[in-house]
């Protein structure tokens, strides 16, 4: 197994203990949605397994005038789309196997894009489940803050980053916000 499977394996089994230990972590951390850069358009991610929830927070940048937005994978090598929604609206299962809204949304640009991740590092760094979707979406979006959203007990010293990695701008947890150099 290479080293950054490993990391991953790791990481999973310890965001899940977090998740277990904290469930009330995502409140907290949409409590402190406001320290958050401002993004007129905000992408978030439905959760999956011990994935830091984004519904409380959802509903709190909406309140706050936001227009929400959900990733959507179309083909598993490309970059994805963004696609409107709210909480509420219907959701299916995109190419990946994500919650995703339905075609007849309109695919919108977010200006601020929150991401699930397994690690970050006070440097922006972020271990992701491998497949490689957020930072091809990055790439293709650089205009967009990269923004990590996760349990605060997912921070590492330092990430050993690839060519291919795209640092984040900053991090929401349960503590607050985090702004990258």
């Not at 397994?49 to 227009?67: I, P």
């Not at 995109?94 to 397994?118: E, F, H, K, N, S």
């Not at 990590?148 to 916000?177: C, F, K, M, P, S």
Request: net charge negative.
């Amino acid at each position: 197994m290479s080293d950054k499977s490993q990391q991953r394996a790791d990481m999973r089994t310890r965001r899940k203990h977090l998740a277990g230990r904290n469930p009330e972590a995502a409140a907290r951390a949409a409590d402190h949605a406001d320290q958050m850069p401002k993004g007129e358009v905000v992408a978030l991610y439905r959760a999956m397994g011990s994935e830091l929830d984004t519904d409380v927070l959802a509903v709190a940048l909406e309140a706050a005038g936001r227009q929400l937005c959900l990733p959507v994978v179309l083909e598993r090598d490309a970059p994805m789309i963004f696609r409107a929604w709210s909480p509420g609206e219907p959701l299916e299962l995109d190419a990946a196997g994500c919650p995703a809204p339905l075609p007849l949304a309109q695919t919108v640009d977010p200006d601020l894009i929150l991401t699930p991740l397994l690690a970050f590092d006070l440097f922006g760094g972020r271990l992701g489940q491998g497949g490689g979707y957020y930072d091809r979406t990055f790439a293709e979006r650089p205009h967009a803050l990269r923004i990590g959203y996760a349990y605060a007990g997912q921070a590492v010293d330092r990430l050993a980053l690839e060519d291919h990695d795209i640092r984040l701008h900053g991090v929401l947890t349960e503590n607050g916000y985090t702004a990258f150099e």
